[in-house]
């Protein structure tokens, strides 16, 4: 799981110039590089860490930092599938409704039933999808980016923080699927793309 306290920069909190933008955006990337070179913490077999340089990522982009209405309406535990082909229980908790390039979006935000046990994890916000770029220049099983519950009617999702599941890199792992109702009909060029070892 992503350190989910630096991934959205909520409305009520400080604002940036872009170049503050810029620079917390490359820290927060070779913070994840380093971990994911670190052999102690690291979720690549030690083989694959210690050769590893960094992740692959689409240029900072603030157009694809959005302001978004949150509509809070929570619906009924079900069942999203895996990459394993298995099941993992969630439930909406609403919709966040947004303008981008032109187009509006209606998209869906989850809570995990197991996570929302959790004393650490209850107040956590998932938010998977797939989009144009999904198969060609980022990962085809979609991507992710994690946040807390919004403390009021709007915030900012930010796709420049958006990251692969862990099953793109390395086996080990059961990633949910984003439902066929995350699909943005779009290209989020932003956040992560493809992994190559060439990276």
Known sequence: ????????????SFSFSQNDYITELLAHRTSVDLEFRD??????????????????????????????KVKVSRGEEFDML???GEKKKYRRYGYLKFKLNGQRFKLPIYQSIRLMKMDKYKDYIFIPFTDLTSGSQSYGGGRYVETTIPKGKTFILDFNYA??????????YNCSIPPSENFLNIEIKAGEKKYTSGH
Not at 1 to 12: A, G, P, Q, W, Y
């Open 1 to 12: 799981m992503k350190n989910i306290s630096i991934l959205f920069v909520f409305v009520s």
């Open 39 to 68: 052999t102690m913490q690291s979720i690549l077999p030690d083989s694959m860490a210690l050769k590893f340089r960094h992740l692959n990522y689409f240029e900072p982009n603030e157009n694809y930092k959005v302001t978004c």
């Open 82 to 84: 895996t990459s394993r």
């Open 163 to 172: 990251f692969n599941p862990y099953c793109h890199y390395t086996t080990g």
